[in-house]
């Protein structure tokens, strides 16, 4: 299955996380993970403070720009940015490194909303 076809077909519970400014699903409830917690605050180098939430897996986000390991806020991860596959707004970001879990996500929670779109 493509990345978005496995987050808009389960028919489980409906726990999908969607772009707050386009209404595109991008993630799962139950792929949130605790990393030092589940939600985390961090101040980037030009002093914005982002709140953001971790998940395992976001199909919803697209990978953009080089991996880099400066000013990481998670030692031993490079990161890359994360953006909407539906509008290509900002998300977050996408870490990856040699410790378990190898690859997760860090995506802004303002950026995100849990309601469904309107039809």
């Given at each position: 299955?493509a990345p978005d076809a496995?987050?808009?077909?389960?028919?489980?519970?409906?726990?999908?996380?969607?772009?707050?400014?386009?209404?595109?699903?991008?993630?799962?409830?139950?792929?949130?993970?605790?990393?030092?917690?589940?939600?985390?605050?961090?101040?980037?180098?030009?002093?914005?403070?982002?709140?953001?939430?971790?998940?395992?897996?976001?199909?919803?986000?697209?990978?953009?720009?080089?991996?880099?390991?400066?000013?990481?806020?998670?030692?031993?991860?490079?990161?890359?940015?994360?953006?909407?596959?539906?509008?290509?707004?900002?998300?977050?970001?996408?870490?990856?490194?040699?410790?378990?879990?190898?690859?997760?996500?860090?995506?802004?929670?303002?950026?995100?909303?849990?309601?469904?779109?309107?039809?």
């Open positions: 299955l496995q987050i808009e077909t389960e028919d489980e519970l409906d726990d999908r996380v969607f772009c707050a400014a386009c209404g595109h699903a991008v993630t799962r409830t139950r792929w949130a993970f605790d990393f030092g917690g589940f939600e985390r605050v961090f101040i980037n180098p030009a002093g914005r403070l982002f709140r953001i939430r971790l998940f395992r897996e976001a199909p919803g986000a697209a990978e953009t720009g080089q991996p880099t390991a400066e000013h990481t806020w998670f030692p031993g991860f490079s990161w890359n940015f994360a953006l909407c596959r539906g509008c290509g707004g900002h998300l977050g970001w996408r870490f990856e490194g040699d410790a378990a879990p190898r690859v997760f996500f860090g995506l802004i929670k303002a950026a995100l909303t849990e309601t469904p779109p309107r039809i």
